[in-house]
Nanobody, 126 residues
């Protein structure tokens, strides 16, 4: 069992930055993969980034590559998403999700994840 709690969302102007946090309890965060997804108004929930449990390798959606960075603090059992150069199209509810492994096909698919947080709203004004 894993509990995930996101925080750090808010309202920011285009070009600004935010850092989201995903605090985990119930199991050591470094023992499983954690991803960020987002769901914009009227859109499907989409993959943003992942940090894998083994060696901490990362992957990003093309739309955020070079602007967002996912990282993990093992001592705090927390995964972060640093978001820079934010754009209005980044406006969404951001969710973190845990996959206790192994991945069945593609870690970018929502169905691969066993636990989800409640989400945190990010709004980017133009």
């Amino acid at each position: 069992q894993v509990q995930l709690v996101e925080s750090g969302g808010g309202l920011v102007q285009a070009g600004g930055s935010l850092r989201l946090s995903c605090a985990a309890s119930g199991r050591t965060a470094s023992s499983y993969s954690t991803a960020w997804f987002r769901q914009g108004p009227g859109k499907e929930r989409e993959f943003v980034a992942i940090i894998r449990w083994s060696a901490g390798s990362t992957d990003y959606a093309d739309s955020v590559k070079g602007r967002f960075t996912i990282s993990r603090d093992n001592h705090k059992n927390t995964v972060f998403l640093q978001m820079n150069s934010l754009k209005p199209e980044d406006t969404a509810v951001y969710y973190c999700a845990a996959n206790l492994g192994p991945f069945r096909s593609n870690w970018r698919r929502r169905g691969e994840y066993d636990y989800w947080g409640q989400g945190t709203q990010v709004t980017v004004s133009s």
